[in-house]
């Protein structure tokens, strides 16, 4: 089978055919339409630990391809002992099932912040572009065991994904990641079939993806076709020409002589966001709780989220939530904190820590592709209801 | 033998006995004299890529122990199959030798920055607490498999370590790292047992010390006596009081309440210092070179250092070079960049980016341990001599 060819028995559309797209949630906030690509209101997004499946945030570049699970395989290949194909079936039966409660978040989330300091390539998603998911399939590392890996040169080599169906940029969605990475079974790398406890939706990469815990959203690609190990990074353009943080002197004018010199985004960074109260928002009299969420990559943990109201001259503890897995903190944090009032015309921001003591900028560092800001986030405008009675 | 009792033969000094202190460098800077603590000026320190010796800072909490080492020895128990003791001889022929150039770091470097700000606890440290050496030793990995670890559990354990000599804080200097993290021998966790070619210093942990590549300098135990499996940390002092970085509303008087909510350190964040010019230096009209190191944690690259002559304004870009070994980033990155000249009263800042987008914080981030200043490392008061001729 040739790469990006769909499985026998699936809907072979016509190139870029977007009439076959799966029907969403009215909830969503949609940043494209086609692709679609949309994110979920923060206010739900938070009222969840584990996000719903409807409200957790679809980011496409191509349709959606419409796959036959009875025929579906993919296959691995490269620098392995034994090429081997593996449909859905012995996936499910053949390879002992895990489950692992992950973030996923794009690196182009809160591309707006970016974007509102100077033009930026990419969707301008806002700050929902992120979701904690319960996904189970089997563990990349059990594949790979079974096509034979060269174990010894691990740190020299990588793993490419390739996915079925059109993609804008390139002639599929590829993506890889170190091999490292993946053969380590306690980095909880899924070949995935189910989210949340239930077969894979169509928008989340039915019939199988890839779940990448850590690590941002583009390496763990959906509509899984092809495995490579290979001795070099994925060739594709969403590895080579996309997903890196350029310098804040290239734009699009110089952008192609810097491609090659930035290293392609694998682990999130530290992150986090102010979910309830929003900005413009009234507020009844009497105590206010301030919540969102918290991220890091890498299994590490958030060790701490601070809020200030007097504009970052004094910091405020909040109680928090993350769900850790053998040492491993691969779930996101929800936050809260609660104070008597807001003064009026005070701003509400938020900053975190990671466990190593990594923190977030306080102002956006622009870059081109407007990737990876995670600068302190900022509620504006928020007002209480004066309760003064006559 | 018991935890903290020096081998045969060995110098048992009554307890603090500083009579037995090596010769120093008369170029160190000295931070605190007993406990020997000193730092190199940074002028010297990116003299060479490699750190000599003599120049690579010393971190102390006690005297330097007298040991002999034709006859120590050090154990490795707790959840092991088999309890065991090395020998130096043994350390050095029945394990392969490995190389690693290594950067490493103490997590105070740049204390006087947070010192600054409001009273800190710690030796006040400038920006010199930091050398890359090349170490030789035994993978801690191959020993760990000679008394065969428990590798299922592997993320689930710990791998602490004693030393010899006295400590100030506890009964001797003690530290863990995650089992995981010294199982995998693609993270170059040694015994080592050289650095730079030659046989380890006593100031520098003769005659084993750990060396845990990308980590704080404070889980490289000099004067190893013990590895213990165990399923939690260190209960060490200065893994449970000490090398967190605590949040800015805890000071002396509540930090007994906050030791055991926050993480112990462990992976080093990215890092950037200015080393010439220096600030108040008078410089030759025509162009000036900026030259400092970079560094950053867990394998992971600097992506790229930026400078700024305009308060962070706009930033160019410099030339760098870091060595790395199998995609890893262990050793250092030193850079430089070359301006026509300094305009008068200018303030030269830099700030780095590591390969996964982390990046420093503008204004330096109290805490009272002092630990992990990373904020932009700022140049002021250079002068150059005018080239005007009447």
């Known amino acids: 089978m040739l790469t990006g060819e769909l499985p026998l028995n699936s809907k072979a559309p016509t190139k870029f055919d977007y009439s076959n797209e799966p029907i969403r949630s009215s909830e969503l906030i949609v940043q494209k339409d086609l692709p679609f690509n949309a994110e979920p209101p923060l206010k739900s997004l938070i009222q969840h630990y584990i996000t719903p499946t409807e409200l957790f945030f679809k980011r496409n570049h191509g349709p959606i391809p419409l796959i036959d699970g009875s025929t579906y395989v993919f296959k691995v290949d490269g620098l392995v002992e034994k090429p081997i194909v593996v449909d859905l079936h012995s996936l499910k039966t053949k390879f002992q099932k895990h489950e692992v409660a992950a973030v996923i978040q794009c690196a182009g989330n809160r591309r707006d912040g970016l974007a509102n300091v100077k033009k930026v390539k990419g969707v301008i998603w806002g700050p929902g572009t992120v979701g904690n998911a319960v996904w189970g399939g089997a563990r990349l590392s059990d594949v790979l065991k079974e096509a034979g890996v060269p174990m010894g040169l691990a740190s020299q080599l990588h793993v490419a994904f390739e996915a079925y169906g059109d993609s804008e940029e390139d002639t599929c969605y590829g993506s890889s990641i170190p091999l490292e990475m993946a053969i ?15 077969e894979l939706t169509r928008d989340h990469g039915f019939p199988c993806r890839v779940v990448v815990p850590g690590v941002i959203g583009a390496r763990s690609v959906k509509y899984l076709s092809r495995i490579t190990i290979q001795s070099e990074e994925s060739q594709s353009f969403y590895q080579k020409m996309d997903y890196k943080v350029l310098p804040p002197y290239v734009d699009e004018h110089n ?9 392609a985004l694998q682990e999130m960074i530290i992150q986090s966001v102010i979910c309830e109260p929003c900005s413009g928002q009234v507020l009844p009299p009497g105590p206010v709780t301030i919540r969102g969420y918290a991220l890091c990559g890498g299994g590490k943990g958030v060790d701490r989220v601070d809020v200030s109201l007097d504009n970052g001259l ?39 820590f990671d466990t190593c003591g990594n923190t977030q900028p306080e102002f956006p560092i622009w870059n081109f592709r407007g990737v990876m800001n995670n600068s302190w986030f900022v509620v504006e405008n928020v007002r209480q209801q004066s309760n003064t009675k006559l």
Chains 1, 2 share one sequence.
């Open 314 to 352: 004094t910091w405020l503890p909040t109680d928090r939530y993350q769900a850790a897995t053998r040492n491993k903190h691969y779930a996101w944090c929800l936050w809260k904190t609660t104070v008597d009032s807001i003064p009026d015309n005070c701003k509400i921001i938020c900053r975190a």
């Open 255 to 263: 952008a192609d002589e810097w491609w090659d010199k930035m290293a």
């Open 184 to 198: 380590n079974p306690s980095n909880d790398v899924l070949l995935a079939y189910e989210m949340n406890g239930c």
